[in-house]
């Protein structure tokens, strides 16, 4: 599949997390960068929190005569391509390398691709200062937003302002598991970073064709992507010429695979928001199913929801996000369908409903001391919400808030949406 | 509720049609019409198809002393206000009147909301031809598209072009007995007339305020609609001026209920289209679904299907379709959502590649004798595609053609619709 590479450098990529999804989403990195051998260097490091980790006896990797004992995890995977503790079964390529040196495994990575719990993503970057290449792009898998009553991050924005690098973010209906086992689903990367269109992708791949003026031109890189728009927060290194350019055809291939349909957008906000809001409005959908009102009322909540979506993100983001990335990409609509149907703010809020009990004590019984990620961002969208006075513009979001306040009954619901008929 | 009448006549409505959703959708009105007594006459009138009927001996409404046999629908209907044959156990408001009578039915009524199998228009129109006001307006509630070699054909066309009307569309994720038991739900309502600006609604409810300038100014009619598109084949009769206008506030009263909340656009055949095409992207989920492939995978195949649904209405009917009507509204997103969950194309496409039998066997098993709208969709939609050459423009609504003709398998549908990437 390799052809005569125009540019002397190739990107190096490094997977800065390795949990369920993270070594997910090496496998697809991998995958793509043996096969796009003129962009990428075909070897993916993957840094590894190291543990110790002992193989358990119903392992096929287990052998009782020669059991090692407890064994570093990093070298489980480099010996047995395969993430025994956090994806088990699933066969790695052999051009991932696990690393549990956070600095050495981004040594010399232009595209760093962030998938880890995001409590860490603070100490993550601290580690990282100084350490990567200047002209590093990152891409985000992490879903959510840090909300608060000052205001809503993104933590793609968190890990590029602490880098000083560009980062975009990759959303979409995807479980880790069924990705790994190459089961069909989609994904939506948005990848925009400020930028001149000296880049653009022509048929030709020269480089340099049909130059458009932009608005935006802050910087002068070579990511190649036309119509971009910077936060403005991050003065950024170009990519040296030698590298081919990050245009979204080239971004695009290194995650699109037959089992995992890529879309590229420009529209950060929208992909990460929409990874965060759908869990509120998967607890909406599952009060109303819990009622036994049907598929229709349900149908009518997410719509509704949706529709919030956007608006929150126009609201306080601005106009550049795009009400498609919501109502017509993976990150939007089809995420939030996948956690109405099985999800578990969806399974649990339709549980609270219908056995008349109090969703935390649902959480406590079904979710082994897991916490439900929608009940959180309920909150915190809500004392957002309150103290920019736009509570009422938002009545999905608050009357959910309210319900788990104990404030009003799902059955509320249709006449608080109704607020404005 | 009613205020001082500006207009000296109010709207009369009949309902044309009597089934299931008829029922239903004349029970919503009648309880609109008796709570804006400002704008319409109380009766509504609902045409029933004269038949005999037996009340079984489990209804209520069952005394087997005084049983008197079969009798008339019509007086079964107006003596126990329940459409005791196809709404049963649902009390209809006092102001309906059934009545055999088509032509008698229509007399003086204003607007027309047409709710009955679509194998029945052309017959039902012909009978109405010179026997309507003919300012009247109408709203089609019959779900569906008419698709062969030769075209696609909105019902809500055929009905206004038969009449010499205008005839707007009703549609959305709406299960017809959910809807008669007041679960919540909400539906779309495209009406949008050829039209002077001169009747737009204003908070003071004058008329005559801010006019603007219309391309589409074909009639002078009082109508009230803000950018309206002819279909440019019917002359419109203006409605006179002694009634209401008919803008969308107006039109909205007619059918929002706490329980049923409508949504007016002015995209008649995107609300046409979405209720049609649907079927073919459920069958489309339900094959994925069976294949165990997981939540994911199908609501891709949703989300492509959503897609595949605008470009099929801008491409065969201009751009005046609309996408949000698809990605925004009941008719679009939310009707599909309910018909990947537990709709029968769905189902049984699940069913067939879950068990590996035809999908017709399925069929006969599962439906009692009736028929899947979605295979047949599926095959006229197909027909059309191929004569136009497009078939490759649409990759999902071929690849379930495919499937259904035995030509491709379930399992191929990811690189069917990867065919551009």
């Not at 993957?46 to 119903?58: A, G, L, R, S, T």
């Not at 601290?126 to 840090?146: D, F, H, M, N, T």
């Not at 790994?180 to 340099?208: H, I, L, M, N």
């Not at 759908?278 to 009518?300: E, R, S, T, Y």
Request: net charge neutral; hydrophobic share 35%.
């Amino acid at each position: 599949m390799a052809t005569l590479a125009p540019n002397s450098k190739k990107h190096k990529v490094c997977i800065v997390g390795s949990g369920n999804w993270g070594t997910t989403i090496a496998k697809v990195v991998a995958e793509n960068t043996a096969q796009h051998a003129d962009l990428f260097e075909q070897e993916v490091q993957m840094w590894v929190f190291q543990e110790q980790y002992q193989i358990p006896k119903d392992s096929k990797h287990f052998d009782e005569k020669n059991d090692k004992g407890p064994q570093k995890l990093t070298e489980l995977i480099n010996g047995l391509h395969e993430n025994v503790k956090y994806l088990p079964g699933i066969p790695l390529p052999k051009n991932i390398v696990a690393n549990p040196d956070l600095v050495d495994a981004v040594k010399d990575a232009t595209i760093l691709v962030f998938n880890l719990p995001h409590q860490f993503i603070a100490k993550t970057c601290e580690q990282l200062q100084g350490k990567i290449v200047p002209y590093a792009r990152g891409i985000s898998c992490i879903k959510g937003v840090a909300v608060s009553e000052s205001g809503c991050e993104l933590f793609s924005d968190s890990i590029g302002q602490k880098l000083g690098i560009y980062c975009g973010a990759l959303s979409g209906a995807n479980i880790a598991t069924e990705v790994a086992q190459e089961k069909f689903s989609e994904t939506t990367v948005a990848y925009a970073p400020p930028s001149q269109d000296s880049q653009q992708p022509t048929p030709a791949g020269t480089p340099g064709a049909s130059p458009k003026g932009s608005q935006l031109d802050l910087t002068k890189l070579n990511d190649g992507v036309k119509g971009a728009k910077s936060s403005g927060k991050v003065n950024l290194t170009p990519l040296p010429s030698e590298y081919p350019s990050l245009h979204h055809a080239n971004v695009k291939k290194l995650f699109h695979r037959p089992y995992f349909h890529v879309h590229l957008v420009n529209d950060v906000v929208g992909v990460s928001l929409g990874g965060a809001l759908k869990n509120i409005v998967a607890l909406g959908a599952g009060f109303v199913d819990g009622l036994g009102w049907g598929d229709n009322a349900k149908a009518a909540v997410m719509r509704v929801g949706i529709m919030e979506e956007v608006k929150f993100g126009k609201t306080f983001f601005g106009d550049s996000v795009q009400t498609e990335t919501f109502t017509e990409q993976s990150c939007g609509v089809a995420d939030l369908i996948t956690s109405c149907s099985g999800g578990r703010n969806f399974r649990c809020a339709k549980m609270s409903v219908k056995e008349g009990k109090p969703i935390g004590e649902i959480e406590e019984r079904e979710l082994n001391g897991q916490k439900l990620q929608g009940t959180s961002t309920a909150y915190e969208v809500n004392s957002f919400l309150r103290k920019v006075g736009k509570e009422k513009e938002f009545p999905l979001f608050t009357a959910v808030y309210l319900i788990l306040e104990g404030k009003h009954k799902p059955e509320e619901i249709p006449a608080l949406l109704n607020a404005d008929a």
